[in-house]
């Protein structure tokens, strides 16, 4: 490690209570529309220093200053080999439900569950069955902290790095701590990329997107890959501000990840299917679009 570089593992990184708490915070930002209350402005509801919680404002400046473009070349070169796990996808889910925080007042679902919720939700709106698919594989990639990884390189609000840092990605003030904030080349608005040059060739901020996104790239159809790689990429499909790297497809593309968003944010349902009952669909789907085991 040289002079310029620094340490994750000198801070606290487990911010958060559990994963959830970032969730629930992306609710106090973006809440339902059909929740609010019309009498309060919109800014209100976007009180964001007066309503996160601690957890949440450390998760994030912990995110803002490790997320720099050579950590997430690093990572994809060591995650994206797929050689840490081979098993599966219902043994990853039971792995997955190690997660859970029993500690927890305000929950008693496990990861599991909450996936159910977002896929029943969709399948009962008549979607096609690849999205009922993503909408219950569209958190599988928090295994990452399974094999050791902060919850800031799990979770959180994705963003483009190699770039300038929009204003409009929660708690930008936090990325003057990042060393790219220091590179002229970084903090240019197109930085190493081109105008409109495509979200493929764009490196985003890592996390369980990315990673499941690869995960799928042979099994899943573009439209749900779209929805897996960009569900948490909030900067640009809630606030339009990297519209600047988009091409065309991306734009079209784009009509799916705001179609999935919502059943991802507000599908909660504490009146959900037992596991058993809904097991034989779920074994069906699994088997139509994915091999036996799945390599981690």
């Not at 009962?124 to 919850?151: A, R, S, T």
């Not at 060739?201 to 749900?224: A, C, F, L, Q, R």
């Not at 009146?271 to 809904?278: A, F, M, R, T, V």
């Amino acid at each position: 490690m040289n002079a310029n570089q620094i340490n994750p593992a000198e801070e606290n990184n487990s911010p958060l209570h559990n994963l959830d708490e970032w969730e629930n915070d992306v609710l106090e930002r973006y809440p339902d529309p059909s929740t609010i209350n019309q009498d309060k402005k919109e800014e209100e509801f976007r009180n964001y220093e007066e309503t996160a919680k601690d957890g949440v404002k450390e998760f994030y400046r912990l995110n803002h200053k490790y997320q720099t473009y050579d950590f997430v070349m690093q990572k994809k070169a060591d995650y994206l080999k797929f050689d840490k796990k081979e098993m599966p996808i219902w043994q990853a889910f039971d792995f997955l439900n190690e997660l859970v925080d029993d500690s927890d007042p305000d929950t008693d679902l496990d990861q599991m569950q909450h996936l159910l919720q977002t896929s029943e939700a969709i399948r009962n709106d008549g979607h096609p069955d690849w999205m009922v698919l993503v909408g219950l594989i569209h958190d599988m990639g928090k295994v990452l902290c399974l094999f050791g990884e902060p919850q800031w390189a799990v979770v959180g609000d994705t963003f483009p790095v190699g770039c300038a840092y929009s204003d409009k990605i929660v708690y930008p003030e936090f990325f003057k701590d990042n060393p790219d904030f220091q590179n002229k080349l970084y903090q240019d608005k197109l930085g190493v990329y081109s105008e409109n040059c495509g979200l493929d060739n764009i490196h985003m901020s890592w996390g369980h997107d990315e990673y499941v996104y690869h995960m799928m790239k042979d099994y899943i159809p573009e439209p749900g890959l779209y929805m897996l790689r960009y569900h948490s990429f909030y900067s640009q499909h809630r606030e339009n501000a990297y519209t600047h790297l988009m091409n065309e497809k991306d734009h079209e593309m784009f009509k799916w990840v705001n179609l999935f968003n919502p059943y991802d944010l507000y599908s909660k349902n504490p009146n959900q299917k037992s596991w058993e009952e809904l097991k034989p669909y779920y074994q069906e789907l699994v088997a139509k679009y994915l091999p036996v085991t799945l390599k981690f």
